[in-house]
């Protein structure tokens, strides 16, 4: 049967890794090749490289640094961060991505999760959303989590599925950064919802939340998050080996 | 010389480097006569069987891959390419395949449990049937990377692996000379560069 799976998340800016990270194993922390081959190594079921740039530049770097990470690491590769159309599919899936992850873009252009589906199979698009509770509503939220868009979250989620979107990252910006644990109650309603696979993201603090994560809702598929990884409070080799030894199926 | 059929489905660039970090050279081409010259032949994919199977019967590489292959040139399909080998296909209508192997593919849904998603996509493991030239370097019990949403049946004669998706899914065929993979070595980790290994040393 299909493992669960865990994902780590590189925020790239400029093709260096920003937020730092906090490995002695590494020369260069904020190389995103060196920490892709490094998670890859631990054991990482898969990667999310977040492009952050603002600049054309920035994004030359950045698809410059895909393409080294594609030429190393052989686990399934998705990228987000400004995919606005479907030559932005294109220029990261000609790097090396394997999956191609869109949020704002989506919002603005609700077809573009057709569109792209259409042209490259719906396992390549990746909706990811920004939720967050407005008056006991789930609302879908833009431009990083600071706009809220008004649109009902479960409704654009089964909408975008409808599309094509292949697979949801659902990232709950109350939980995100709070450490307290995933959003239980809004994932079960995702998962509830839709039939392709869901990701849960925002407010992994420890390995028991992995564990409650996982044992909760057992239609999730696969748990992301950033700066636990990165800063070491979480081993990647070490929860995946908890989570084996709690009866949740791992590839170790 | 190792070929990788370039018939404009998919996505090379990951495969091609897996061969090169095992150090080997592979040359990705469209042209007959280079494939006629090749060693190996690698036969990659993703999309659709039908448009698949159309392009390579345009544009007569289809041809040349089934006379290589009873020149007893060892093939390797994987993914989609695993699924031309076979003689027909119920995906969007009927299409034919290679006929490189007996066999047709339909459609995961038929066999599956409900409440198992389609496409079958993430880590599974492969549970190792038959002895074959691919698992040199494996053991039972590995995990390697499936997306896919059609798998092969009716091919009892040359499955190796199987991998469990609520129903025995086909992962690993063999057929003399002809070998496919239905998840993608290339996204497997090192048990994905162990099976292109073991292909490559294929004498």
Known sequence: MITKRIIPCLDVRDGRVVKGVNFGKLSDVSSPVELAEYYSECGADELVFYDITASAEGRKLFTDVLKETASKVFIPFTVGGGINTVDDFDRVLKCGADKVSVNSGAIRNPSLVAEASKKYGAQCVVLSVDVKRVDGDFKVFAKGGRENTGIEAISWIKRCVDMGAGEVVVNSIDTDGVKKGFDIELLEKVCDAVTVPVIASGGAGSIDHFVELFSTIPQIDAGLAASIFHFGEVEIATLKRTLKEKGILMRI | ?203
């Open chain 2, 1 to 203: 010389m190792i070929v990788m059929v370039n018939y404009g489905v998919g996505n090379l660039f990951s495969l091609e480097r897996s061969f090169n970090t095992i150090g080997q050279e592979v040359v990705v081409s469209e042209s007959r006569e280079i494939i006629e010259k090749a060693d190996k032949i690698i036969l990659p994919g993703v999309g659709a069987f039908g448009d698949a199977s159309q392009k390579l019967k345009d544009s007569g590489l289809g041809e040349v891959i089934c006379e290589r292959a009873k020149a007893g040139v060892p093939i390797l399909g994987i993914c989609l390419g695993m699924q031309l080998l076979f003689e027909k296909s119920s995906e969007y209508g009927e299409n034919e395949g290679l006929g490189l192997i007996k066999g047709r593919i339909d459609p995961i849904a038929q066999y599956v449990p409900r409440g198992f998603k389609i496409p079958h996509i993430g880590w599974n493991v492969l549970n190792i049937k038959k002895e074959s030239k691919l698992f040199k370097y494996l053991s039972d019990g590995d995990y390697v990377y499936f997306v896919h949403s059609f798998c092969a049946v009716d091919c009892e004669d040359s499955v190796t692996a199987v991998t469990d998706y609520g129903a025995p899914i086909t992962a690993c065929v063999e057929s003399g000379n002809v070998m496919g993979c239905q998840f993608h070595p290339e996204k497997s980790g090192k048990t994905g560069l162990n099976i292109l290994r073991a292909f490559c040393e294929v004498e």
